[in-house]
Every structure is written in structure tokens, then in C-alpha cells.
């Protein structure tokens, strides 16, 4: 289940992460968007500062807030609802990502450009997403599927079947497992610490 923004300390950790991820050297809104990362961070932390005020119910602020996250979503096609992503959420590059309302997205997990994780035909079911899952661009997510940890899905892979084994690369139309070296091999990147500071690096 999500971690949800509740708390000042919870806020804070959230936007140190992302900032980091982003290559910021601040955890304040950017000012200038000057590069690609200074916008896609923005977008990070007025979605993370919506969530807050909107969960401890500081209504003027939280809506204060999602008029402006809901302008730069709606100029660069991205929607991501709130409370959706944990932890470590990143955005490789400005482009169109359609996130339906009922999707869970874990810890550490990426977008590409042209993405999306919907429901299946007329129903409500959306896809819950692990911790560490890289989306290829152009993928698409349907239906109440899994996925597990550390998936890495290919680009252009319509993905309509849970999978759940960890750390393996899903590809195709219909997807399916093509390999065993997923998101950890793939990238070896910083894992999100826990709040207890301990950090584990893969190497």
C-alpha cells in the first residue's frame, strides 16, 4: 500500500528524494524552468505539495496548489492523479502519461514519454504497480493487473496479464517475459531509504 503525505517530515523526505532523482539542489520549487529536469521536478513538488495540504485538510492551500500543479499537467499532457505514486516517483522527459484514477504505483517507479495505465473496457479495475518498475516508452498498462518489483516493461509493450516474479523484462503485444534482468540490473540506482536513513545502494 501507498505511503501517503501526512505530515511536514513525511513532505520533506518525499521532496529530498525527488530532488536528488531530478539532480536539484534544493528541495524548493524551482524557480526558472531552465532545463527539462527543472520542470519535471516541479511537477514533483506541487503534486507532493497538493497531496499534503490536501490530506491534513488545508483546503485554500491544497487548492491553491492543484490549480498550479493542474496547469503544467494539462501543458505537458501528464496525468498522474494524487496519492498515486509513492516514493521516488521520476518522470524521464516531458511528454504525454495517462494515469487512470484507481491505479497504485509503488516506490522508485519511472515513466517514459507516451505512457499509460488504464482500466479494461468498461470497468474500474486499474493496474497496481510494485516498487522499481521502469515503463518503456510508448507502454500501456491495462486492466487490473500486477506488476511486480524491479519489472522492466519494453517500449511499445501492451501489458494485459499480471506478473509476478521480480526483477525480470517484459516486452511485446501482448507482453511477455524476455528476459531475467530487469530494473536492478538494469539500472543499478539508489534504492529509496527507508525513513530510518539507511540507505541501500545495489551494486
Not at 502519461?97 to 497504485?104: E, M, P, W
Request: with cysteine.
Amino acid at each position: 500500500m501507498n505511503t501517503h503525505i501526512r505530515t511536514r517530515d513525511d513532505l520533506e523526505y518525499f521532496l529530498n528524494i525527488e530532488s536528488k532523482g531530478y539532480g536539484q539542489h534544493s528541495i524548493k520549487c524551482p524557480i526558472l524552468e531552465i532545463r527539462e529536469k527543472d520542470i519535471l521536478y516541479k511537477h514533483n513538488y506541487l503534486l507532493r505539495k497538493t497531496e499534503y495540504h490536501t490530506n491534513v485538510g488545508n483546503r485554500i492551500k491544497a487548492l491553491f496548489y492543484k490549480i498550479l500543479l493542474r496547469r503544467l499537467q494539462n501543458r505537458y499532457c501528464i496525468h498522474i492523479g494524487l496519492n498515486q505514486c509513492d516514493c521516488g516517483l521520476k518522470i524521464m522527459h516531458l511528454g504525454p502519461i495517462l494515469v487512470n484514477g484507481n491505479a497504485i504505483i509503488g516506490k522508485n517507479c519511472a515513466f517514459h514519454i507516451n505512457t499509460a495505465l488504464v482500466a479494461s473496457g468498461m470497468f474500474d479495475d486499474a493496474p497496481i504497480i510494485g516498487d522499481g518498475v521502469v515503463i518503456g516508452v510508448g507502454a500501456v498498462v491495462i486492466g487490473g493487473v500486477t506488476i511486480a518489483n524491479n519489472i522492466a516493461i519494453g517500449a511499445n509493450a501492451v501489458v494485459t496479464k499480471s506478473f509476478l516474479e521480480e526483477n525480470i523484462a517484459i516486452a511485446g503485444i501482448p507482453a511477455k517475459k524476455v528476459s531475467d534482468n530487469g530494473n536492478l540490473v538494469w539500472n543499478r540506482r539508489t534504492i529509496v531509504p527507508q525513513k530510518s536513513d539507511k540507505v541501500h545502494i545495489i551494486v
